[in-house]
């Protein structure tokens, strides 16, 4: 190994620095190497003889966006599905939450009837308080849903890798 940098990791894949001739001995083959980072002061110049050598140059950018589709492809559909489990768990503790205040209030509501409340007030007042709470929801979710998409700019990825480490975006 040649060296090991702070914050130089891909998506779950750590970087190894090590010479071309130590990687061929570790894993016992010839012409295995991944990739090579380069610094230069002529990144131009560089990439045009690593090119014509028949070598893939990538910038950094290019091998961070390399990364995000790799860790997007290994990871979206798992996401996705626990984001659709989460949905779906979440709009049946909904209902559950609606189904129990309309329990609770049945005692009033049978009051309010006896009062000479007509179907149309009662049917108002049970679906009234879960209403307010989906609106609340909605609320919540579009101060979430700003929250996360003013971070960047462009249509938002499922997976973003950053510095701070990796951020899920929904």
């Known amino acids: 190994m040649v060296g090991l940098t702070d914050d130089t990791a891909l998506f779950m894949t750590p970087l190894l620095f090590t010479t ?8 016992q083959a010839t012409g295995t190497t991944g990739a090579i980072l380069v610094t230069t002061s002529d990144p131009a110049g560089v ?8 070598f893939t140059v990538r910038s950094p950018a290019g091998l961070h966006d390399a990364s995000l589709q790799l860790a997007t492809d290994i990871y979206g559909s798992p ?11 979440g709009t049946l503790i909904v209902a559950l939450v609606a189904y129990t205040q309309v329990t609770e ?12 409340a007509t179907l149309r007030r009662l049917r108002r007042i049970a679906v009234g308080q879960p209403a307010q709470v989906r609106a609340a929801a ?3 979710e579009a101060d979430l849903a700003t929250g996360l998409s003013s971070e960047h700019e462009g249509p ?15």
């Open 156 to 170: 938002s990825p499922l997976l973003r890798v950053g510095s701070a480490g990796v951020v899920f975006e929904l």
């Open 79 to 89: 996401v996705r599905l626990m984001v659709g489990v989460a949905f779906a768990a």
């Open 20 to 27: 071309t001739a130590g990687l061929d001995q570790m894993l």
């Open 138 to 140: 909605r609320a919540a």
């Open 47 to 54: 990439s045009n003889r690593l090119e014509a050598a028949g």
């Open 105 to 116: 209030q049945q005692r009033e509501l049978v009051v309010l009837k006896a009062l000479g």
